[in-house]
């Protein structure tokens, strides 16, 4: 066995890998705010730009889901470790990182993402979700319906499983994982139908036999569509579902502003992401 060749071999892959992920970052991103504009004074790692992202001030004040929350479905909790509805009835998920409430200006930079296509905005956002990985070898970006897509031109959970699986090497599998039914946005329906509204909305022919995968996705309400797409993905094998998602809207406002004012923000600062688009 040539151990030394293939070494080699591996190192030389790896380093055109990463020099065409730095060229791609420092292209792409320059050293500005996404808030406020302020340049950024601090060089990213090995010399390369710093990712476009937030200043200081601007990064301390995003509104960060508190400390305390219900260990399943993220919901901020006062005491406890589950919320009530998972108790009672446990998701087909078992976990969701989320750093964000939907809330300004996270919900602006999200709408400008998705609605307005600043696709440069995708490694920021991504970057915001420092996971724990937890074991987690696999991504599934939340599909979208074949029509969604005609409309948006891109589905913004792929370009934020893009950047997550590049910067963690995991593979992003969005083939087999199909959104068939177009529902009703769920914004526009009552909590309480939203379940019903996304029922049976997804196949799944990928084979997950064994594997934790996380659903990365943008935006996070009541958690239904996440959990029916963790169910099609638990019945094709997988052990284990996290999510990934950027922000969680609250039940309301009272609720958000009480339970956001009380919880000291927990966002972290992520390190920037240096690559893009080597994992599909
Ligand atoms: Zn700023
Ligand atoms: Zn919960």
């Not at 309301?252 to 994992?279: F, I, M, R, V, W």
Request: hydrophobic fraction near 45%.
């Amino acid at each position: 066995m040539d151990h030394h060749g293939t070494g080699a071999a591996l190192s030389n892959y790896a380093r055109a890998i990463f020099d065409g992920c730095l060229r791609h970052a420092q292209r792409a991103w320059p050293q500005s705010c996404v808030l406020c504009g302020a340049a950024s004074a601090q060089p990213g790692r090995f010399g390369a730009p710093a990712a476009r992202g937030f200043c200081a001030p601007c990064r301390a004040s995003l509104p960060g889901l508190p400390a305390a929350r219900c260990e399943v479905c993220a919901l901020p909790l006062t005491s406890g470790q589950r919320c009530g509805p998972c108790l009672a009835h446990p998701p087909a998920y078992d976990a969701v990182s989320v750093p964000f409430a939907y809330a300004f200006p996270v919900d602006a930079l999200i709408q400008a993402y998705k609605y307005g296509g600043d696709l440069a905005l995708a490694p920021v956002l991504a970057a915001t979700l420092a996971p724990a990985l937890d074991g987690v070898d696999a991504l599934v970006p939340m599909p979208l319906s074949a029509a969604r897509l005609r409309e948006r031109g891109f589905n913004q959970a792929h370009e934020l499983a893009r950047h997550l699986g590049c910067r963690f090497g995991l593979p992003v599998i969005a083939d087999g994982v199909r959104r068939i039914s177009d529902t009703a946005p769920q914004a526009a329906l009552p909590w309480k139908a939203r379940a019903r509204n996304v029922k049976g909305a997804f196949v799944c022919d990928a084979d997950l036999r064994g594997r934790h995968v996380a659903i990365v996705d943008d935006v996070m309400t009541t958690g239904a569509t996440l959990a029916e797409l963790a169910g099609n993905l638990k019945s094709a094998g997988a052990a284990r579902v996290s999510g990934w998602v950027i922000a969680r809207t609250l039940r309301d406002t009272s609720e958000s502003e009480n339970l956001l004012s009380a919880g000291k923000p927990s966002t972290s600062q992520s390190e920037p992401l240096l690559c893009a688009g080597t994992a599909s």
